[in-house]
């Protein structure tokens, strides 16, 4: 199996910062590969350099002959006053050898098929979900044999996230997707990469989804912390033996002399893998802590414009230690609601009763604009090396740290941060105030897994009231108790979580349809069969049986991602053995569904 694409020996600087040396990897077919890694870490610029849109400063992309590869970018640059119809045209005019029919007809398709009735809308009048989704259009109207997608979701409502996912689903090309999504890329990928400079390769890749990469990547980080005990045993004697005596130097060995300094190299390396890895960075989010029970009720209250009513006689009672997740397609009036609560809007009648002096962070998701020309500190600390948090002065490199942002970071232009960086910044910048009630509108767009865990964990710890509104069903089923969904119609219900809506939904999806309902046969079901005495065998010790295999599928695929590519026998060799292993990792997963299952009819 030929790579579909391989990198040797890439490097890349942005400004003075080294994102990429000597980064070698390959990317084969029917791989669904989850790109992961920090803020700045170089995801989309690595994104960049496979799509041939930036070459790299050093190193070489090599591709299979007549590779097509698509790639969707953060930013579309779509004209504004173009219609959806001639933006995806002009788009697969300049992207593929298409004639103006052609494209045409392509475009259409592709535009039905991800849900357009009307393509002679202008962009102008879309919303920014909307218009992700012509981008989304455009790249797929392309038919690659490898997609890349940078933040496909970003701005998406519900809909479109939940058909991206179930048709990449079914899509049997390659796919390398960066997306901060946990679920999406649980539901989704067969290949997590984690890009940091710490792993000894640049990166750390298993062929898993994310979840099951955490726990390898766990493994790994103990692995690490094991051989750092063996190097610093072996460090130690080398030591004794290099401050020995003038007569013991004259009989030493060159060559052991210089191991002996490669050791301790290596170890000095290892050690600060393991110690980034240890490093978990714990924020807080400044509560008044209030005593009242009682912060927000609402009565009887309607929500909307002029003669449209969004959401009608509702009935709440808000207090604090809670997180209230909103649910509901773009434009239910998740935001309207959110503003009327919080006193931001008088878009409502009925009655709204809140604790007084109540303090609200509100974390807008269009952001306030942030000052390009000055640096993180100066923002940070209104101009002051100092800032005010829980009462107390803190230093602003200190509390800055608690956001992931390192010591070189401090004297930075805005304007030199990624779009998550500066995502995190106007987060940290929030933070600092005290709050009763703290809203968050999508406030994980943009930013990295890293990051979304840090904030998770600050606020679960939280003591006031969260009201949060997100697309990001892992961010919401991990912090909220409670869930309000609205249909945008005046209608709403609560739900105990994010899964129990979204079932309900696709329930009402269904039962909206033109197809027949098909009544319940009362036939008596098959006797069960139960397992043999071979399958109870098979069941007991698959566990152990896959661990092996995905163990030989991994050391299969480490040797063909160092090979020489200019080598065609042993590239074929290996290509071989690891679609084999492969294979092998596949049967086996699909005999442990099938023996789980039939355990579980008994």
Known sequence: MIPLLSLKNIGMTMGSKKLFENLSLGVFENEKIGLIGPNGAGKSTLLKIMAEVEPPDEGELSQKKSLKVSFLSQENHFEPQSTVLSAVVKHLQNTSSMTALEAEVQATIYLSIIGFENTDQKLSSLS?????????????????????LDEPTNHMDWEGILWLESWLKSYKKSLII????????????????????????????????????????????????????????KARREVEWLRAGVKARTTKSNSRIKEAHNLLDNLALVKERNRSSQQKSRLEIDATDRKTKKLIELKNVNVGYDDYQLISDLNLILGPKTCMGFLGENGSGKTSLIKAIIDYEKNYTGKIQRAEKLDIVYFDQKR????QDINLMEYLGDGSDYAVF????????????????????????????????????????QF???????????????????TIEIIEEAIKNFNGLVLLVSHDRHFLSQLCQRFLALDGQGGWAEYADVNQWLKQRGKSDKSDSSEPKVKESKEVSPKKKKLSYKEKRQLETIE??????????????????????????????LSTKTSQAQKKVD?????????EAKQAKN
């Open 368 to 371: 306030e604009a942030l000052p």
């Open 128 to 148: 920014g979900g909307w218009r992700k989704r012509v981008a989304i259009a455009a790249v797929l109207a392309e038919e690659p044999d490898l997609l890349i």
């Open 587 to 595: 049967q086996l997963y699909e005999l442990w569904d099938q023996l």
């Open 544 to 573: 152990a049986d896959i661990q092996m295999a995905e163990k030989s599928l991994e050391d299969w695929q480490a040797k063909l991602e160092q090979v020489d590519y200019s080598n065609h026998e042993q590239v074929t060799e």
């Open 178 to 233: 960066v997306t901060h999504d946990r679920a999406f890329l649980n539901n989704l990928t067969n290949r997590t990469i984690e890009i940091n400079k710490l792993y000894t390769n640049g990166y750390l890749s298993f062929d898993c989804n994310y979840d099951k990469f955490l726990q390898r990547k766990e493994e790994y980080i103990q692995n690490q912390l094991s051989l750092q005990d063996s190097m610093s045993n």
């Open 390 to 429: 829980k009462d107390s002065s803190i230093h602003v490199a200190s509390y800055a740290s608690r956001f992931l942002f390192t010591a070189e970071k401090m004297q930075l232009k805005i304007s030199q941060l990624s779009g998550g960086e500066q995502a995190r910044l106007l987060i940290a910048k």
């Open 432 to 450: 600092l105030k005290p709050a009763d009630i703290l809203v968050l509108d999508e406030p994980t767009n943009d930013l990295d897994i890293e």
